[in-house]
């Protein structure tokens, strides 16, 4: 026993007498970062044809990241029409969900308009990813967005996504020609093939409609509400 | 101070063996030193290296100048120094697996005040070894390990060794992969799934309703899809090279025998994620030990093979023919293979891979917050005797069509940390929805634990270990520690009860207590838990004889005890073995407080 | 009940005895082999100690012998006296490497049978008669005059004579115990 002690007492400087940290060992956890272009296609339609494009990224460790959203669509002939980008601070709150805020800012339509951003994106059961957004712009005025996206797995390399999104004003938004209430709905359907995990080229489908008044207000500005056009393009990230 | 035996013919190489046979036999590898057991002081350097497997190269860390480091042959009783220097540009370390030792000597950057080995640095480990059987060394910083930085060690007994064979070789597993380890860790963590090329597509749907009814199989899929869990997830890991002693499948390792000879397998597996199924088709294994600690011998046709664990075996060929050493990943992506012949050059039939196993709702049996609602159908018929005594917040209030009608004696009570280790009878065939449909059958294995093991054959279980010799320690636990292993697979961060190692308390025993830790398992993966400092017994049934290991590996959905007596003071690192577990959270302080306050 | 258990058995042993029904397990002995009733006239013959007999003492652990070898002379008797001082059961058994290979069959259906434990002999299963068990197509007693069964603690003697050379190992039939290296050598010297 006496000998057991003596030991302990021993070993008592070696490892007891300073506080450790984790820093000593794996380094500190890594800072991470991702960019992921979701949808980078050619858009083919009745009227003009455009280029769209839809990309995400982060940066950071597996709590806090920076986020980084833009999506936007040009007319092949023509200047950019849609460009919106993100900047936000996400968190995680769960295994599944991140919570995140920030603020946007869309450079197209003209005028340009600036949001903040609040919303969550996530892994829903049933392995739907989901983008929810709650804006409100620099004129006060509320907006949301709801985006799903879904992979059927066909093959281990072909894969059917499906992605469905809505949005919803608060109130009539002249100069951006929105209406109160739904706004507008958009489905798609693309079939990527990976050639790699991190190069997929696509074709699918994409069909727009315009909602209730602010489907009116294209109407009334010689539009068709309803926009149907078969896309072409590659998914990749880094 | 080392001998280096330049140029060894494995005849040349025979005969020294023969010489020094009081020492032990001695297996030399063709270009590959060996420190005889006289050594008892040896320079080993760690630096970057390039790696050959099958043919093609890639980068590599060599201790010692090879892959996989010098056998340390030693005898029990010695005194060892290791002067190990680095020649990488970033610090380095060798963790001496299984040793028991003085904290500082583990070689564990950031515990018992030991340090990384700074580039161009020499650090000098010294212990007496107060132990015998197999173990094995490798780095403990970053994801060295995986890049080549493993080797064995063989300790002689002081006394009579209680097995004696006629042929000693060491076979240690390996996975090695091409790819920057760094890399690795990143696609786990930014892609979710993006090396398992296995997962469930609409294909098997179609081929699963077919065999399963289309009802089940829907129920199957939203039964996952709830949980939004992969039943393909084996192994995080993919394009792996498996290794035998540092040679794929066509470089072909052997080992030579002669007819009617006992040969002793020392297998390590010293991969940073595979865990393997292990067999010799044709050549029955007796274990002799495990760990490194004797067991009572038992005689198996295969092995399920945590990371990080030892298994010695005797294998007595008769007959003057070649046998394959095969070893598959659990997830079937590729196997590892050597020979066991009469010469060198003869190859054994290499046999077909078996089925890859889907995981089961009873791999996810301790899950948090699980759901039973989803199980719909499901027979509890003969669920006699379960306890359900501790169930965190599990929700059975929507399984419809359950027949709970036979569920005697069960005790609901205060659920939390459900045991369904053991459910006798338990019968899972009658869940529908969990791709039972052909259990057992040659083109699907169903559950974690369905190795394919063919009928007839006997697959080691834990509960076959036995030691040697009696526990010393027979004392009951004073208390439980519980260790829940805990993970978000979609964000690849691996916890202990919820926390990361960084974020996470550090456990705390008083020297000289006995203790018990329950590992409950509420991920859907394995994962080989390793304690560092002091063996650990298993409660696998015995009462004096529980076998002491290393590492202990905890099945999905599983509880698993062991027992500790914690007589090593130090603090000592308590990890998953699975490399990128581990770097990403998987480990805690396990700290032996000295007794001193109370005295 | 009773009756019946006793009449199958009686026939069992009776057509054991007539040889008819040959033991799955005797499939397994080399040619020349002659069962369980082993053809010792190859490897010896049991013997009985005189005064001059020459003793040899045998210490068994676990799971192996001192010493490993033993010299003889064709013709000699010895008498083995042989002490187990492991926790385990261990057997002393001279015979040919295909002898012991049949009979390892054997002692593993002894221990799956519960005739034999890890550390001891159940006296009682080990009388009973194991004639009806399936792949037992004889009476299963561990009687061969070539082997000894000793029980942690106990010392045991075995007189044999070994009357002419032959290639013979004493081994431990215990499963794994041959397997893990519990097997000596019988050196014959001129």
Same mark, same amino acid.
């Given at each position: 026993m006496a000998g057991a002690i003596l030991l302990a007492l021993s070993v008592v400087p070696a490892w007891a007498a300073e506080e450790h940290?984790?820093?000593?060992?794996?380094?500190?956890?890594p800072i991470l970062g991702t960019l992921l272009i979701d949808r980078f296609e050619h858009r083919w339609r009745d009227g003009e044809n455009s280029i769209d494009w839809d990309v995400q990224g982060w940066v950071g460790g597996d709590t806090n990241k920076v986020w980084f959203n833009a999506e936007g669509s040009k007319p092949v002939d023509g200047d950019v029409e849609e460009a919106e980008f993100q900047l936000l601070y996400s968190r995680m709150t769960s295994e599944f969900w991140d919570a995140q805020i920030g603020i946007r800012h869309d450079v197209?339509?003209?005028?340009q308009t600036t949001y903040g951003v609040i919303g969550f994106q996530g892994v829903a059961p049933y392995f739907f990813d989901v983008t929810a957004q709650l804006f409100v712009s620099e004129d006060g005025d509320f907006s949301a967005r709801l985006e799903a996206e879904y992979d059927l797995l066909i093959t281990q390399k072909l894969i059917l996504q499906p992605v469905a999104e809505v949005n919803v004003s608060a109130q009539r938004v002249q100069e951006l020609h929105i209406g109160p209430g739904f706004n507008d709905i958009e489905l798609g359907l693309r079939l990527r093939y990976e050639v790699v995990r991190e190069f997929a080229p696509y074709i699918g489908v994409n069909w727009e409609r315009k909602l209730g008044e602010t489907a009116d207000i294209a109407r009334d500005h010689g539009e068709d509400p309803s926009d149907l056009s078969l896309v072409a393009g590659v998914r990749f990230w880094f | 101070m080392h001998k280096t035996l330049p140029g060894l013919s494995r005849r040349d190489a025979l005969k020294f063996a023969g010489a020094v046979g009081v020492a032990g036999v001695v297996t030399v590898y063709p270009g590959r030193r060996v420190f005889a057991a006289s050594d008892r002081s040896l320079d080993l350097a760690v630096e970057r290296t390039r790696i050959t497997i099958d043919g093609e190269t890639s980068n590599a860390i060599s201790i010692g100048g090879s892959i996989p480091a010098p056998t340390l042959r030693w005898r029990e009783g010695q005194e060892v120094v290791i002067h190990v220097t680095n020649r990488l540009d970033e610090g380095t370390s060798i963790h001496w697996h299984g040793l028991l030792l003085e904290g500082v000597m583990?070689?564990?950057?950031?515990?018992?005040?030991y340090r990384p080995i700074g580039p161009g640095e020499t650090y000098t480990y010294r212990f007496k070894l107060r132990q015998a059987g197999t173990y094995w060394y490798h780095s403990h +910083?970053?994801?060295q390990e995986q890049e080549g930085m493993y080797g064995a060690i063989v300790i002689e007994p002081a006394?009579?060794?209680p097995v004696r064979a006629d042929r000693d070789y060491v076979v240690l597993l390996s996975d090695h992969t091409p790819e920057n380890p760094e890399n690795v860790l990143r696609k786990l963590k930014v892609s979710?799934?993006?090396?398992?090329?296995n997962r469930r597509t609409l294909v098997d749907f179609f081929q699963d309703a077919k065999r399963d009814g289309l009802g089940a199989t829907i129920n199957d899929r939203l039964a996952w899809g709830e949980m939004r869990?992969?039943?393909?997830?084996?192994?995080?890991?993919?394009?792996y090279q498996f290794l035998v002693n540092g040679k794929g499948p066509l470089d072909n390792w052997t080992a030579v025998y002669n007819p009617g000879e006992r040969v002793r397998l020392r297998i390590?597996? %010293?991969?940073?994620?595979s865990i393997f199924d292990v067999r010799i088709p044709g050549l029955p294994m007796t274990v002799v030990s495990a760990d490194g600690q004797n067991v009572v011998p038992v005689k198996v046709d295969e092995f399920r093979f945590g990371v990080g664990e030892t298994y010695d075996v005797i294998v007595m060929p008769t007959e003057d023919k070649p046998f394959t050493f095969f070893a598959e990943s659990i997830d079937r992506t590729g196997f590892a293979r050597a020979t066991i012949a009469t010469r060198e050059g003869m190859e054994g039939e290499i046999p077909e891979q078996r089925p890859r196993a889907i995981l089961t709702m009873a791999d996810m049996a301790?899950?948090?917050?699980?759901?039973? %609602?989803?199980?719909?159908?499901?027979?509890?018929?003969?669920? =006699?005797?379960?306890?359900?005594?501790n169930m965190p %917040?599990?929700?059975?209030?929507?399984?419809?069509?359950?027949?709970?009608?036979?569920?005697?004696?069960?005790?609901?009570?205060s659920m939390q940390g459900?045991?369904?280790?053991?459910?006798?009878?338990?019968?899972?065939?009658?869940?529908? $929805?969990? +791709?039972?449909?052909? =259990?057992?059958?040659k083109d699907q294995a169903v559950g974690? =634990?369905?190795? %394919?093991?063919?009928? $007839?054959a006997k697959a080691l279980s834990y509960a076959d270990l036995k030691a040697l010799v009696r526990n010393k320690d027979l004392r009951e636990p004073t208390h439980e520690i519980e260790v829940q292993l805990t993970g978000m697979m979609s964000r690849y961060i691996w916890t202990l009860n919820g926390q990361k190692f960084d974020e996470g308390a550090s456990i705390r025993v008083a020297y000289g207590d006995r203790v018990r830790i329950r590992f409950v398992n509420t991920t859907m993966m394995a994962h080989p838990m390793h304690l560092h400092g002091m063996f650990v017994e298993l409660e696998?049934?015995?009462?004096?004889?529980m076998p002491k290991k290393h590492v202990v590996l905890v099945p999905p959905g599983q509880v698993t005890t062991v027992q500790l007596t914690a007589d090593e003071p130090g603090e000592w690192p308590f990890h998953c073995h699975l490399l990128y577990h581990m770097a990403s959270g998987m480990m805690t302080r396990f700290i032996v407080e000295p007794h001193t306050a109370s005295l | 009940m009773r009756l019946s258990t006793h009449t199958l058995g009686a026939v069992a042993a009776l057509i054991t005895s007539t040889g008819l029904l040959v033991s !799955?397990?005797?499939?397994?002995?080399?040619?020349g082999e002659a069962g369980h #009733?082993?053809?010792t006239a190859a490897i010896g013959e049991p013997a009985k100690a005189t005064p001059k007999t020459r003793t040899i003492q045998i210490t068994m652990g676990d799971n192996f012998y001192e010493p490993e070898t033993i010299p003889v002379k064709a013709g000699e008797t010895v008498r083995f006296v042989i002490k187990n001082t492991g926790e385990f059961l261990h057997e002393f058994n001279i015979g040919t490497t295909a002898m012991h290979a049949a009979h390892q069959k054997e002692m593993a259906m002894m221990v799956d049978h519960g005739m034999l434990s890890a550390t001891g002999v159940d006296v009682k299963k080990m009388k009973?008669?194991?004639?009806?068990? !399936?792949?037992?197509?004889h009476s299963m #007693?561990?009687?061969? !005059?070539n082997s000894v069964l000793v029980e942690p603690g106990q010392t045991k003697e075995l007189v044999w004579k070994f009357t002419k050379p032959a290639t013979l190992e004493f081994a431990?039939?215990? !499963?794994g115990h041959y397997e893990s290296g519990m097997v000596g050598k019988v050196n014959f010297q001129r």
């Amino acid at each position: 026993m006496a000998g057991a002690i003596l030991l302990a007492l021993s070993v008592v400087p070696a490892w007891a007498a300073e506080e450790h940290s984790a820093e000593q060992f794996h380094e500190e956890p890594p800072i991470l970062g991702t960019l992921l272009i979701d949808r980078f296609e050619h858009r083919w339609r009745d009227g003009e044809n455009s280029i769209d494009w839809d990309v995400q990224g982060w940066v950071g460790g597996d709590t806090n990241k920076v986020w980084f959203n833009a999506e936007g669509s040009k007319p092949v002939d023509g200047d950019v029409e849609e460009a919106e980008f993100q900047l936000l601070y996400s968190r995680m709150t769960s295994e599944f969900w991140d919570a995140q805020i920030g603020i946007r800012h869309d450079v197209r339509p003209q005028p340009q308009t600036t949001y903040g951003v609040i919303g969550f994106q996530g892994v829903a059961p049933y392995f739907f990813d989901v983008t929810a957004q709650l804006f409100v712009s620099e004129d006060g005025d509320f907006s949301a967005r709801l985006e799903a996206e879904y992979d059927l797995l066909i093959t281990q390399k072909l894969i059917l996504q499906p992605v469905a999104e809505v949005n919803v004003s608060a109130q009539r938004v002249q100069e951006l020609h929105i209406g109160p209430g739904f706004n507008d709905i958009e489905l798609g359907l693309r079939l990527r093939y990976e050639v790699v995990r991190e190069f997929a080229p696509y074709i699918g489908v994409n069909w727009e409609r315009k909602l209730g008044e602010t489907a009116d207000i294209a109407r009334d500005h010689g539009e068709d509400p309803s926009d149907l056009s078969l896309v072409a393009g590659v998914r990749f990230w880094f | 101070m080392h001998k280096t035996l330049p140029g060894l013919s494995r005849r040349d190489a025979l005969k020294f063996a023969g010489a020094v046979g009081v020492a032990g036999v001695v297996t030399v590898y063709p270009g590959r030193r060996v420190f005889a057991a006289s050594d008892r002081s040896l320079d080993l350097a760690v630096e970057r290296t390039r790696i050959t497997i099958d043919g093609e190269t890639s980068n590599a860390i060599s201790i010692g100048g090879s892959i996989p480091a010098p056998t340390l042959r030693w005898r029990e009783g010695q005194e060892v120094v290791i002067h190990v220097t680095n020649r990488l540009d970033e610090g380095t370390s060798i963790h001496w697996h299984g040793l028991l030792l003085e904290g500082v000597m583990d070689g564990a950057p950031g515990f018992n005040n030991y340090r990384p080995i700074g580039p161009g640095e020499t650090y000098t480990y010294r212990f007496k070894l107060r132990q015998a059987g197999t173990y094995w060394y490798h780095s403990h +910083s970053a994801s060295q390990e995986q890049e080549g930085m493993y080797g064995a060690i063989v300790i002689e007994p002081a006394g009579r060794d209680p097995v004696r064979a006629d042929r000693d070789y060491v076979v240690l597993l390996s996975d090695h992969t091409p790819e920057n380890p760094e890399n690795v860790l990143r696609k786990l963590k930014v892609s979710e799934g993006y090396y398992n090329n296995n997962r469930r597509t609409l294909v098997d749907f179609f081929q699963d309703a077919k065999r399963d009814g289309l009802g089940a199989t829907i129920n199957d899929r939203l039964a996952w899809g709830e949980m939004r869990m992969d039943a393909t997830d084996l192994a995080d890991v993919t394009g792996y090279q498996f290794l035998v002693n540092g040679k794929g499948p066509l470089d072909n390792w052997t080992a030579v025998y002669n007819p009617g000879e006992r040969v002793r397998l020392r297998i390590i597996n %010293g991969s940073a994620m595979s865990i393997f199924d292990v067999r010799i088709p044709g050549l029955p294994m007796t274990v002799v030990s495990a760990d490194g600690q004797n067991v009572v011998p038992v005689k198996v046709d295969e092995f399920r093979f945590g990371v990080g664990e030892t298994y010695d075996v005797i294998v007595m060929p008769t007959e003057d023919k070649p046998f394959t050493f095969f070893a598959e990943s659990i997830d079937r992506t590729g196997f590892a293979r050597a020979t066991i012949a009469t010469r060198e050059g003869m190859e054994g039939e290499i046999p077909e891979q078996r089925p890859r196993a889907i995981l089961t709702m009873a791999d996810m049996a301790m899950a948090p917050g699980m759901d039973h %609602g989803s199980m719909a159908g499901m027979d509890h018929g003969s669920m =006699a005797g379960m306890d359900h005594g501790n169930m965190p %917040g599990m929700d059975h209030s929507a399984m419809p069509g359950m027949d709970h009608g036979s569920m005697q004696g069960m005790d609901h009570g205060s659920m939390q940390g459900m045991d369904h280790s053991n459910m006798p009878g338990m019968d899972h065939s009658a869940m529908p $929805g969990m +791709s039972h449909g052909a =259990a057992g059958s040659k083109d699907q294995a169903v559950g974690w =634990a369905d190795a %394919g093991t063919p009928p $007839g054959a006997k697959a080691l279980s834990y509960a076959d270990l036995k030691a040697l010799v009696r526990n010393k320690d027979l004392r009951e636990p004073t208390h439980e520690i519980e260790v829940q292993l805990t993970g978000m697979m979609s964000r690849y961060i691996w916890t202990l009860n919820g926390q990361k190692f960084d974020e996470g308390a550090s456990i705390r025993v008083a020297y000289g207590d006995r203790v018990r830790i329950r590992f409950v398992n509420t991920t859907m993966m394995a994962h080989p838990m390793h304690l560092h400092g002091m063996f650990v017994e298993l409660e696998n049934g015995q009462t004096d004889r529980m076998p002491k290991k290393h590492v202990v590996l905890v099945p999905p959905g599983q509880v698993t005890t062991v027992q500790l007596t914690a007589d090593e003071p130090g603090e000592w690192p308590f990890h998953c073995h699975l490399l990128y577990h581990m770097a990403s959270g998987m480990m805690t302080r396990f700290i032996v407080e000295p007794h001193t306050a109370s005295l | 009940m009773r009756l019946s258990t006793h009449t199958l058995g009686a026939v069992a042993a009776l057509i054991t005895s007539t040889g008819l029904l040959v033991s !799955p397990g005797l499939a397994f002995a080399a040619p020349g082999e002659a069962g369980h #009733k082993h053809d010792t006239a190859a490897i010896g013959e049991p013997a009985k100690a005189t005064p001059k007999t020459r003793t040899i003492q045998i210490t068994m652990g676990d799971n192996f012998y001192e010493p490993e070898t033993i010299p003889v002379k064709a013709g000699e008797t010895v008498r083995f006296v042989i002490k187990n001082t492991g926790e385990f059961l261990h057997e002393f058994n001279i015979g040919t490497t295909a002898m012991h290979a049949a009979h390892q069959k054997e002692m593993a259906m002894m221990v799956d049978h519960g005739m034999l434990s890890a550390t001891g002999v159940d006296v009682k299963k080990m009388k009973m008669d194991h004639s009806t068990m !399936p792949g037992m197509g004889h009476s299963m #007693k561990h009687d061969d !005059p070539n082997s000894v069964l000793v029980e942690p603690g106990q010392t045991k003697e075995l007189v044999w004579k070994f009357t002419k050379p032959a290639t013979l190992e004493f081994a431990c039939n215990m !499963p794994g115990h041959y397997e893990s290296g519990m097997v000596g050598k019988v050196n014959f010297q001129r």
